[in-house]
């Protein structure tokens, strides 16, 4: 540094340059000048993920700022329909679609109903009547993003794109046709809409990790939340009094009060419908695997095998309504396990009001919230509750509960562990693809 920049700096920081403040404080401003240099020539690389997308140029989307996602381009997919899980996963892949076009997308329609059992066939519903919309957009900042209908300035044309189908339309042609779309001139349109099939049947391009940072922004509305703490709280207080039965719970109980003491539930996910059991067989014999059907007598026996008989436990049982009126698979149950569902929980009503999805998204929760849950590891319901479970763990710093107690344990029980223990069960954040989950697996980490 010559003595005309020595001099500068001395009149900038109003002291001596020979001071030992002052040259510190010339030596930080010297610093900051060429980082803020290096990262403009660099800032279109800055934060960016490959994964499996390091293919793509520098101007993928995996730019960790919500200037890396564009405001004035938007991608329209087809009403996401099926199960509240297959939706949820149709949702992040169309999310993390829009990501790699550098688009916002349009907030798509979601189902109601189950249209192949339902007479209403494919009820919409709004995303926001399920999920906070703004509270997506906060927690996805920077990672994916939500637009409205409303904000379409209907500048350029709508481009349509077709889906393919079929054999011939692998991963790799599909992973094409989104590279060739980001280009002009298609991508000049403000709109590309996808027509064809449901994004849950497109392919996979993203692992597991990028699924689960969109699931992690999905917040259920406070009306639906609150339909769920209802009958956890049930649960809890029901565990409560059973408790005080036979152990000392102290003079001050209340089982209505609003401080009840944490008492511990389980949830089981039990598939036992005769619809499952049919296709479930199939599914053994067409995969070769026979460790996918579960007989309620399996299910009982296994989730027996976990907890001991002490105190008195309550287990939730997640349940199709078709099976509130069979009486038994409230039998059989080891002595201490108590059985509920919905029924005889007396929570019925809460249920009824509501459509398909928000039933499934009450159950959901109540499940995710359970001190202990079982079951099966090819339910996509099952499987997305695990994950959810398994990242609140690595959140405390658990990276691998399989041979050690943690608060949120999980068990598959269809497939059998020592002593016939329902095998512990933890999502593999690493994995490169949401297949295992989308479609079920007997590989479950543990």
């Not at 001099?7 to 980082?35: D, I, Y």
């Not at 679609?97 to 249209?115: E, I, K, Q």
């Amino acid at each position: 540094m010559d003595l005309s920049s020595n001099f500068k700096l001395s009149r900038l920081f109003g002291c001596h340059v020979s001071s030992l403040t002052c040259k510190c404080l010339a030596l930080v401003t010297f610093v900051l000048f060429f980082r803020a240099i290096l990262l403009h020539s660099f800032s279109g690389y800055d934060g960016i993920e490959w994964n499996n997308l390091d293919f793509f140029s520098s101007r993928s989307l995996l730019l960790n700022s919500d200037d890396g996602i564009r405001r004035d381009k938007f991608l329209e997919v087809p009403q996401i329909v099926w199960g509240l899980n297959n939706q949820k996963i149709a949702f992040a892949r169309a999310c993390l679609t829009a990501r790699m076009l550098n688009r916002t997308l349009l907030m798509p329609s979601l189902s109601a109903s189950l249209f192949y059992k339902e007479i209403d066939r494919l009820q919409p519903i709004s995303f926001d009547k399920v999920f906070q919309f703004e509270r997506f957009n906060s927690l996805c900042n920077g990672f994916v993003r939500l637009g409205r209908y409303s904000d379409l300035k209907n500048q350029t044309g709508t481009y349509d794109l077709q889906k393919g189908s079929g054999r011939k339309w692998t991963a790799e042609r599909d992973l094409e046709q989104l590279k060739q779309i980001r280009e002009s001139p298609v991508d000049e349109h403000e709109v590309i809409r996808i027509v064809g099939k449901n994004p849950f049947l497109w392919h996979d391009h993203w692992p597991v990790k990028d699924y689960a940072r969109v699931f992690e922004c999905l917040v259920l509305v406070d009306e639906i939340s609150k339909e769920a703490d209802k009958v956890v709280s049930k649960i809890r207080q029901i565990g409560t009094k059973l408790r005080s039965k036979t152990e000392a719970v102290g003079s001050n109980f209340d089982a209505e009060g609003s401080s009840l003491p944490h008492v511990p539930y389980i949830a089981v996910h039990m598939r036992v419908e005769i619809d499952w059991m049919i296709h479930c067989k199939k599914l053994e014999k067409k995969s070769g695997i026979n460790q996918i059907c579960s007989s309620k007598e399996e299910i009982m026996e296994r989730v027996g095998s976990i907890v001991g008989s002490e105190s008195p436990t309550v287990v939730y049982l997640a349940v199709a309504d078709s099976l509130l009126n069979d009486s038994s698979i409230l039998g059989g149950w080891k002595k201490g396990l108590l059985p509920f569902e919905k029924k005889k929980l007396g929570v019925d009503d809460i249920y009824k009001k509501h459509p398909y999805l928000i039933k499934s998204a009450i159950d959901y929760e109540v499940c995710s919230r359970a001190d202990i849950f079982v079951g099966n590891s090819f339910s996509t319901f099952s499987s997305l509750i695990v994950l959810e479970r398994t990242q609140k763990m690595i959140r405390m710093g658990i990276t691998n509960s399989c041979d050690i107690d943690v608060r949120w344990p999980s068990y598959a029980y269809n497939i059998p562990g020592e002593s016939n223990r329902p095998h512990k069960w933890m999502t593999n954040m690493s994995d490169r693809s949401l297949q295992a989950i989308s479609y079920g697996s007997n590989v479950i980490s543990c």
